[in-house]
Protein backbone atom coordinates (compact mmCIF):
# COMPACT_ATOMS: atom_id res chain seq x y z
CA UNK A 1 0.00 0.00 0.00
CA UNK A 2 1.28 3.33 -0.65
CA UNK A 3 1.92 5.10 2.37
CA UNK A 4 0.70 9.04 2.85
CA UNK A 5 0.60 11.75 4.85
CA UNK A 6 -2.85 12.74 5.95
CA UNK A 7 -1.65 14.68 8.91
CA UNK A 8 1.26 15.88 10.72
CA UNK A 9 2.08 16.32 14.03
CA UNK A 10 4.88 19.41 14.83
CA UNK A 11 6.31 19.13 18.17
CA UNK A 12 8.36 22.51 19.02
CA UNK A 13 6.73 25.66 18.31
CA UNK A 14 9.50 28.16 17.67
CA UNK A 15 11.26 29.56 14.69
CA UNK A 16 11.66 26.37 13.01
CA UNK A 17 8.77 24.62 13.82
CA UNK A 18 6.02 27.39 13.07
CA UNK A 19 8.21 27.55 9.59
CA UNK A 20 7.44 23.50 8.99
CA UNK A 21 3.53 23.70 9.95
CA UNK A 22 3.54 27.00 7.96
CA UNK A 23 4.94 24.77 4.87
CA UNK A 24 2.81 22.01 5.67
CA UNK A 25 -0.23 24.21 5.60
CA UNK A 26 0.83 26.05 2.46
CA UNK A 27 0.68 22.28 0.77
CA UNK A 28 -2.69 21.44 2.22
CA UNK A 29 -1.67 19.03 4.95
CA UNK A 30 -2.99 19.64 8.12
CA UNK A 31 -0.98 19.56 11.16
CA UNK A 32 -0.75 20.18 15.14
CA UNK A 33 2.00 22.58 16.20
CA UNK A 34 2.58 21.50 19.91
CA UNK A 35 4.79 23.34 22.47
CA UNK A 36 5.25 23.09 25.90
CA UNK A 37 3.00 24.27 29.22
CA UNK A 38 3.99 27.58 30.42
CA UNK A 39 5.50 27.28 34.06
CA UNK A 40 4.04 30.80 35.09
CA UNK A 41 1.77 33.59 33.95
CA UNK A 42 2.49 36.78 32.56
CA UNK A 43 1.60 39.76 33.47
CA UNK A 44 -0.75 40.17 30.88
CA UNK A 45 -2.49 36.70 31.74
CA UNK A 46 -2.84 37.34 35.36
CA UNK A 47 -4.89 40.91 34.78
CA UNK A 48 -7.17 38.79 32.56
CA UNK A 49 -7.36 36.20 35.36
CA UNK A 50 -6.37 33.39 33.58
CA UNK A 51 -4.75 30.73 35.67
CA UNK A 52 -2.09 28.27 34.79
CA UNK A 53 -4.89 25.67 34.17
CA UNK A 54 -6.67 27.99 31.47
CA UNK A 55 -6.36 26.22 28.12
CA UNK A 56 -5.20 30.23 26.89
CA UNK A 57 -2.39 29.86 28.97
CA UNK A 58 -1.48 25.99 28.22
CA UNK A 59 -1.53 26.32 24.55
CA UNK A 60 0.35 29.59 24.56
CA UNK A 61 3.45 28.59 23.17
CA UNK A 62 1.58 27.28 20.30
CA UNK A 63 -1.04 30.06 19.82
CA UNK A 64 1.91 32.77 19.85
CA UNK A 65 3.86 31.17 17.14
CA UNK A 66 0.43 31.09 14.72
CA UNK A 67 -0.72 34.73 15.79
CA UNK A 68 3.50 35.50 14.63
CA UNK A 69 3.11 33.27 11.67
CA UNK A 70 0.51 36.07 10.27
CA UNK A 71 2.68 38.31 10.88
CA UNK A 72 6.14 37.44 9.38
CA UNK A 73 7.72 39.37 6.28
CA UNK A 74 8.39 37.64 3.99
CA UNK A 75 4.98 36.02 4.79
CA UNK A 76 5.25 32.53 5.98
CA UNK A 77 1.83 31.70 4.14
CA UNK A 78 0.81 31.31 0.43
CA UNK A 79 -2.69 32.75 1.80
CA UNK A 80 -3.48 34.25 5.53
CA UNK A 81 -6.03 31.25 5.26
CA UNK A 82 -3.84 28.20 4.76
CA UNK A 83 -3.16 29.12 9.11
CA UNK A 84 -6.94 27.04 9.50
CA UNK A 85 -4.73 24.08 8.87
CA UNK A 86 -2.75 24.31 12.08
CA UNK A 87 -4.07 23.25 15.51
CA UNK A 88 -1.28 24.40 18.18
CA UNK A 89 -1.75 22.35 21.61
CA UNK A 90 0.52 21.58 24.23
CA UNK A 91 2.35 18.12 25.19
CA UNK A 92 -0.01 17.55 28.22
CA UNK A 93 -3.47 17.91 27.23
CA UNK A 94 -3.26 16.98 23.73
CA UNK A 95 -0.55 13.82 23.58
CA UNK A 96 -2.95 11.73 21.53
CA UNK A 97 -2.64 13.77 18.12
CA UNK A 98 0.79 12.19 18.11
CA UNK A 99 -1.45 9.11 17.47
CA UNK A 100 -3.37 10.51 14.91
CA UNK A 101 -0.35 11.72 12.67
CA UNK A 102 1.81 9.95 10.09
CA UNK A 103 4.65 11.57 10.75
CA UNK A 104 5.79 13.56 13.81
CA UNK A 105 8.59 16.26 13.72
CA UNK A 106 10.79 17.39 16.17
CA UNK A 107 11.60 21.06 16.54
CA UNK A 108 12.13 21.62 19.99
CA UNK A 109 16.20 23.21 21.48
CA UNK A 110 19.34 21.88 20.06
CA UNK A 111 20.01 19.10 23.36
CA UNK A 112 20.71 16.04 22.77
CA UNK A 113 19.50 15.03 26.35
CA UNK A 114 15.96 16.91 25.42
CA UNK A 115 15.15 15.39 22.15
CA UNK A 116 16.25 11.90 23.64
CA UNK A 117 14.03 11.73 26.06
CA UNK A 118 11.36 13.55 23.98
CA UNK A 119 11.69 10.29 21.67
CA UNK A 120 11.35 8.42 24.30
CA UNK A 121 7.79 9.24 25.44
CA UNK A 122 7.10 9.71 21.38
CA UNK A 123 7.96 6.08 21.21
CA UNK A 124 5.23 4.53 22.75
CA UNK A 125 2.72 7.36 21.57
CA UNK A 126 3.38 7.31 17.78
CA UNK A 127 0.86 4.62 15.45
CA UNK A 128 3.07 1.65 14.14
CA UNK A 129 4.14 2.97 10.83
CA UNK A 130 4.48 6.68 12.06
CA UNK A 131 7.28 8.54 10.49
CA UNK A 132 9.16 9.81 13.23
CA UNK A 133 12.14 12.65 12.30
CA UNK A 134 14.19 15.77 14.03
CA UNK A 135 15.17 19.04 12.68
CA UNK A 136 18.14 19.16 14.57
CA UNK A 137 21.13 21.29 12.97
CA UNK A 138 23.81 18.71 14.62
CA UNK A 139 22.79 16.63 17.23
CA UNK A 140 23.66 12.96 15.98
CA UNK A 141 20.97 11.10 14.44
CA UNK A 142 22.01 8.42 15.87
CA UNK A 143 22.95 9.74 19.55
CA UNK A 144 19.28 10.66 19.33
CA UNK A 145 17.64 7.29 19.40
CA UNK A 146 19.87 5.18 21.99
CA UNK A 147 17.90 3.23 23.51
CA UNK A 148 14.42 3.04 21.10
CA UNK A 149 13.28 -0.06 19.63
CA UNK A 150 14.56 -1.55 16.40
CA UNK A 151 10.40 -0.54 15.14
CA UNK A 152 10.64 2.76 16.26
CA UNK A 153 14.76 3.57 14.68
CA UNK A 154 13.32 1.51 11.43
CA UNK A 155 11.07 4.83 11.04
CA UNK A 156 13.49 7.30 12.38
CA UNK A 157 15.58 10.01 10.31
CA UNK A 158 16.79 13.54 10.34
CA UNK A 159 14.53 16.17 8.34
CA UNK A 160 16.77 19.13 8.12
CA UNK A 161 14.95 22.24 6.78
CA UNK A 162 16.41 25.68 6.21
CA UNK A 163 15.19 29.15 7.72
CA UNK A 164 12.90 30.27 6.60
CA UNK A 165 11.34 27.51 5.65
CA UNK A 166 8.73 28.78 2.79
CA UNK A 167 11.70 30.02 0.72
CA UNK A 168 14.87 27.61 1.53
CA UNK A 169 14.62 24.87 -1.34
CA UNK A 170 17.05 22.07 0.95
CA UNK A 171 15.84 19.51 3.03
CA UNK A 172 18.70 17.56 4.34
CA UNK A 173 17.54 14.02 4.74
CA UNK A 174 19.87 11.80 7.59
CA UNK A 175 19.13 8.42 7.74
CA UNK A 176 20.11 6.60 11.07
CA UNK A 177 21.80 3.00 11.11
CA UNK A 178 18.56 1.44 11.32
CA UNK A 179 16.46 3.74 8.72
CA UNK A 180 14.02 1.52 6.46
CA UNK A 181 15.66 2.57 2.91
CA UNK A 182 12.21 2.44 1.21
CA UNK A 183 11.53 5.38 3.89
CA UNK A 184 13.89 7.31 3.18
CA UNK A 185 13.19 7.19 -0.64
CA UNK A 186 9.36 7.99 0.22
CA UNK A 187 10.81 10.77 2.39
CA UNK A 188 12.83 12.41 -0.69
CA UNK A 189 9.90 11.83 -2.98
CA UNK A 190 7.63 13.24 -0.80
CA UNK A 191 10.28 16.18 0.27
CA UNK A 192 10.26 17.04 -3.37
CA UNK A 193 7.01 16.30 -5.23
CA UNK A 194 4.32 17.61 -2.42
CA UNK A 195 6.96 20.13 -0.34
CA UNK A 196 9.03 21.14 -3.60
CA UNK A 197 12.32 20.95 -1.69
CA UNK A 198 15.25 19.84 -3.37
CA UNK A 199 16.66 16.91 -0.96
CA UNK A 200 19.94 15.98 -0.12
CA UNK A 201 20.76 12.24 1.63
CA UNK A 202 23.58 13.01 4.33
CA UNK A 203 25.37 10.88 6.65
CA UNK A 204 25.21 11.64 10.38
CA UNK A 205 28.20 13.73 10.43
CA UNK A 206 28.80 16.86 12.26
CA UNK A 207 26.05 19.47 11.23
CA UNK A 208 25.86 17.07 8.64
CA UNK A 209 26.20 18.94 4.61
CA UNK A 210 24.59 22.44 4.11
CA UNK A 211 25.43 24.11 7.44
CA UNK A 212 29.13 22.31 7.64
CA UNK A 213 30.30 24.19 4.32
CA UNK A 214 28.38 26.90 5.02
CA UNK A 215 29.57 27.85 8.77
CA UNK A 216 33.20 27.40 7.17
CA UNK A 217 32.73 29.81 4.40
CA UNK A 218 31.58 32.09 6.78
CA UNK A 219 34.12 31.88 9.18
CA UNK A 220 36.74 32.07 6.41
CA UNK A 221 36.09 35.16 5.16
CA UNK A 222 35.36 36.72 8.76
CA UNK A 223 38.63 35.94 9.86
CA UNK A 224 39.83 36.85 6.51
CA UNK A 225 38.36 39.95 7.41
CA UNK A 226 39.87 40.67 10.61
CA UNK A 227 43.15 39.93 9.37
CA UNK A 228 42.69 42.29 6.44
CA UNK A 229 41.03 45.01 8.56
CA UNK A 230 38.31 45.38 6.09
CA UNK A 231 34.70 46.62 7.23
CA UNK A 232 31.77 45.03 7.04
CA UNK A 233 30.28 47.20 3.97
CA UNK A 234 33.53 46.14 2.38
CA UNK A 235 33.17 42.20 3.11
CA UNK A 236 29.63 42.45 1.95
CA UNK A 237 30.04 44.38 -1.24
CA UNK A 238 33.06 41.43 -2.22
CA UNK A 239 30.59 38.49 -1.34
CA UNK A 240 27.14 39.76 -2.39
CA UNK A 241 25.88 39.83 -5.72
CA UNK A 242 29.08 39.97 -7.33
CA UNK A 243 29.90 35.94 -6.65
CA UNK A 244 26.38 35.25 -7.50
CA UNK A 245 24.39 35.66 -4.23
CA UNK A 246 21.15 37.68 -5.04
CA UNK A 247 20.86 39.52 -1.69
CA UNK A 248 22.59 38.50 1.31
CA UNK A 249 26.24 38.39 1.73
CA UNK A 250 28.23 37.51 4.62
CA UNK A 251 27.28 39.84 7.32
CA UNK A 252 23.91 39.99 6.04
CA UNK A 253 23.54 36.13 6.25
CA UNK A 254 24.68 36.11 9.63
CA UNK A 255 22.42 38.84 11.02
CA UNK A 256 19.12 36.51 9.23
CA UNK A 257 20.58 33.23 10.53
CA UNK A 258 21.01 34.98 14.14
CA UNK A 259 24.83 35.33 15.65
CA UNK A 260 23.81 32.84 18.15
CA UNK A 261 22.56 30.31 15.70
CA UNK A 262 25.91 30.30 14.16
CA UNK A 263 28.08 30.42 17.19
CA UNK A 264 26.24 27.20 18.73
CA UNK A 265 26.94 25.48 14.88
CA UNK A 266 30.69 26.67 14.62
CA UNK A 267 30.94 25.30 18.20
CA UNK A 268 29.68 22.19 17.90
CA UNK A 269 31.88 21.08 14.42
CA UNK A 270 35.22 22.64 16.69
CA UNK A 271 34.31 20.56 19.32
CA UNK A 272 33.29 17.26 17.19
CA UNK A 273 36.00 17.44 14.45
CA UNK A 274 38.95 15.80 14.74
CA UNK A 275 41.24 17.40 11.77
CA UNK A 276 43.23 20.30 13.71
CA UNK A 277 42.89 22.44 10.21
CA UNK A 278 39.45 22.12 10.76
CA UNK A 279 39.21 22.51 14.70
CA UNK A 280 41.34 26.04 13.97
CA UNK A 281 38.63 27.09 11.04
CA UNK A 282 35.71 26.80 13.77
CA UNK A 283 37.13 28.95 16.39
CA UNK A 284 34.61 32.20 16.71
CA UNK A 285 36.06 35.14 17.15
CA UNK A 286 35.99 37.21 20.27
CA UNK A 287 33.63 39.97 19.01
CA UNK A 288 31.28 37.44 17.78
CA UNK A 289 30.83 36.14 21.19
CA UNK A 290 31.15 39.21 22.71
CA UNK A 291 27.93 40.22 20.07
CA UNK A 292 25.82 37.29 21.45
CA UNK A 293 26.76 38.21 25.25
CA UNK A 294 25.29 41.80 24.20
CA UNK A 295 22.26 39.88 22.86
CA UNK A 296 23.38 41.32 19.35
CA UNK A 297 21.89 38.22 17.65
CA UNK A 298 20.52 40.00 13.85
CA UNK A 299 17.53 40.59 12.78
CA UNK A 300 15.47 38.50 15.58
CA UNK A 301 16.60 40.54 18.42
CA UNK A 302 17.01 43.72 16.18
CA UNK A 303 20.61 44.59 16.00
CA UNK A 304 23.09 42.29 14.87
CA UNK A 305 26.06 43.30 12.18
CA UNK A 306 23.18 45.63 10.47
CA UNK A 307 20.44 47.42 12.67
CA UNK A 308 17.28 46.33 11.93
CA UNK A 309 15.15 49.15 10.18
P1 LIG B 1 13.35 27.78 19.06
O1 LIG B 1 14.09 28.02 20.31
O2 LIG B 1 12.86 28.91 18.24
O3 LIG B 1 12.07 26.84 19.37
C1 LIG B 1 12.12 25.68 20.15
C2 LIG B 1 10.74 25.47 20.74
O4 LIG B 1 10.69 24.17 21.33
C3 LIG B 1 10.39 26.48 21.84
O5 LIG B 1 9.13 27.05 21.56
C4 LIG B 1 10.34 25.62 23.11
O6 LIG B 1 9.39 26.07 24.06
C5 LIG B 1 9.95 24.26 22.54
N1 LIG B 1 10.32 23.13 23.37
C6 LIG B 1 11.43 22.93 24.12
N2 LIG B 1 11.41 21.73 24.69
C7 LIG B 1 10.24 21.13 24.31
C8 LIG B 1 9.64 19.87 24.56
N3 LIG B 1 10.23 18.97 25.34
N4 LIG B 1 8.43 19.60 24.01
C9 LIG B 1 7.81 20.50 23.21
N5 LIG B 1 8.35 21.72 22.92
C10 LIG B 1 9.55 22.02 23.45
O7 LIG B 1 14.28 26.81 18.17
P2 LIG B 1 14.34 26.69 16.58
O8 LIG B 1 15.26 27.71 16.06
O9 LIG B 1 12.97 26.57 16.04
O10 LIG B 1 15.10 25.29 16.43
C11 LIG B 1 14.44 24.07 16.60
C12 LIG B 1 15.31 22.97 16.04
O11 LIG B 1 15.56 23.21 14.65
C13 LIG B 1 16.69 22.88 16.70
O12 LIG B 1 17.10 21.54 16.74
C14 LIG B 1 17.57 23.70 15.75
O13 LIG B 1 18.92 23.33 15.80
C15 LIG B 1 16.97 23.34 14.42
N6 LIG B 1 17.17 24.31 13.34
C16 LIG B 1 17.13 25.66 13.59
C17 LIG B 1 17.29 26.55 12.52
C18 LIG B 1 17.23 28.05 12.72
O14 LIG B 1 17.62 28.80 11.82
N7 LIG B 1 16.71 28.55 13.83
C19 LIG B 1 17.46 26.06 11.22
C20 LIG B 1 17.46 24.68 11.00
C21 LIG B 1 17.32 23.81 12.08
Redesign the pocket.
Known amino acids: MKRKIRKVAV?????????IAAHLANVGIPCYL???VPASLTEEEKHKGYTLSSPEVRNR?ADR?ITGLLKQKPPALFVSENIDRITPG??EDHLNCLAEADWII?????NLE??Q??FAKIEGLRKADAIVS??????SINRMVEGRSKEFKQHFMGT????PVRYMKLLEIIPCEETDPELVSFMCEFGEKTLGKGTVICKDTVNFVA?RIGTYGLMVTVQEMVKEGLRIDQVDALTGPVIGRPKSATFRTLDI??LD?FV?VANNVHENVTDPHEKEMFVVPNFMREMVKRGWLGQKSGQGFFKKN
Open positions: IGAGVMGSGLDIFANMEAIVEAKSLSNTSGVHFFNNVGTH
